[in-house]
């Protein structure tokens, strides 16, 4: 129970930095010196010091480091990177002991931090936790053990079904509870990137940014075959978009175009793996939704079920088994979905 309280700590810390360290994992550790916490740090921003550094930065001088357990919720990593190793800064601090969380999936790591610790005579202890450490850092578990990134669907739909609008129907387009479109933008904040269909972007001329809340604008990804996407569109003018389509390759100010000769689903994400992009949501219309989960190309779907119905409209995808939690926020119906 020891460990589990400490690695607990290490958790709750690493979600600190949730909106700053993607590509890289959340990392917590804490610094306990006769079962009291002296110590703790996270994993602030990509390219920062990692949480161990950050630890040991807060260690009060009068502890005497020799003395202490070191906490941390993924192993420490072996490798030069925007950072130096951080198993070398525990050997050469020399803590007591080291309870580790999980082993690291990244093949830079995978392992070699743990063995480093223990061939410098280091005590260590493995698999504290482990379900809850994994399960803050999927996305980043499934870029290093699959090559592609996480998927996350995401659409409103109203209570009989409808998620847009026809186009010959003049009525407002919004589904969900307006005051629930700071969740919407947290979600934006916590993905790399952001995907949708040529179609969303001509009928709905979205902006695809974070202005709700904290965090920074998703990666903007337009997958748009025959180019039929309206280059004039709102979302082209500031950042980047990557747009993947059949007909050219260009670098231009705003806009990236990559052409696929195979231009598939799979194909998208192998080549956003490549780019360094570990996670993606989808907020893209029924066409787009439906591919992807066709070619079971998916993590995670998030459904806002709103209270109110309409007459007509475009029917939402349907996912066709139950949710795995759901919660109600303002006025929808938040449902969670895993694949089966």
């Not at 610094?31 to 990692?50: F, K, R, T």
């Not at 410098?120 to 996305?139: F, M, P, Q, R």
Request: aromatic letters at 6%; hydrophobic letters at 35%; charged letters at 25%.
């Amino acid at each position: 129970m020891q460990h589990e309280r400490y690695i607990k700590r290490c958790l709750e810390l690493a979600l600190n930095g949730e909106l700053g360290v993607a590509p890289n994992p959340m990392v917590g550790c804490v610094i306990v010196h006769n079962d009291v916490i002296v110590a703790e740090g996270y994993h602030q921003q990509y390219g920062g010091p990692h949480a161990e550094v950050n630890a040991f930065n807060n260690l009060p001088k009068h502890v005497n480091v020799q003395e202490c357990d070191v906490y941390v919720s993924l192993e420490p990593c072996s490798h030069y990177g925007k950072t130096p190793p951080c198993a070398n800064l525990i050997v050469e601090q020399a803590p007591k002991r080291v309870i580790i969380g999980m082993l690291d999936p990244n093949h830079k790591v995978a392992g070699n931090g743990l063995k480093r610790i223990r061939e410098a005579g280091i005590e260590t202890i493995v698999g504290v936790l482990e379900d809850e450490c994994a399960a803050i850092n999927s996305k980043f578990i499934k870029a290093h053990t699959q090559k592609l990134p996480y998927i996350t669907l995401k659409w409103a739909e109203t209570q009989n079904g409808y998620m847009a609008r026809t186009p010959d129907d003049n009525g407002s387009a919004k589904i969900s509870d307006t005051l629930n479109d700071d969740f919407v933008h947290h979600l934006r904040a916590t993905h790399q990137a952001i995907m949708v269909g040529a179609g969303t972007v001509n009928i709905d001329n979205p902006l695809l940014d974070v202005r709700y809340t904290k965090g920074s604008n998703p990666i903007k990804v337009v997958v748009s075959p025959q180019l039929s996407v309206d280059l004039n569109a709102k979302l082209f003018k500031k950042g980047k978009t990557i747009v993947y389509n059949t007909r050219k390759n260009e670098d231009t100010e705003h806009i990236v175009f990559i052409q696929l000769d195979k231009f598939d689903m799979s194909h998208i994400l192998k080549d956003l793996y490549q780019r360094h992009i570990h996670s993606v949501l989808v907020e893209g219309g029924p066409t787009l939704l439906q591919a992807l989960m066709d070619a079971k190309c998916w993590d995670e779907a998030i459904i806002l079920k709103s209270s109110n119905n309409w007459e007509s409209g475009i029917k939402a995808p349907w996912i066709g088994i139950p949710s795995n939690r759901e919660e109600q926020r303002k006025n929808d119906l938040i449902k969670y979905f895993k694949p089966q």
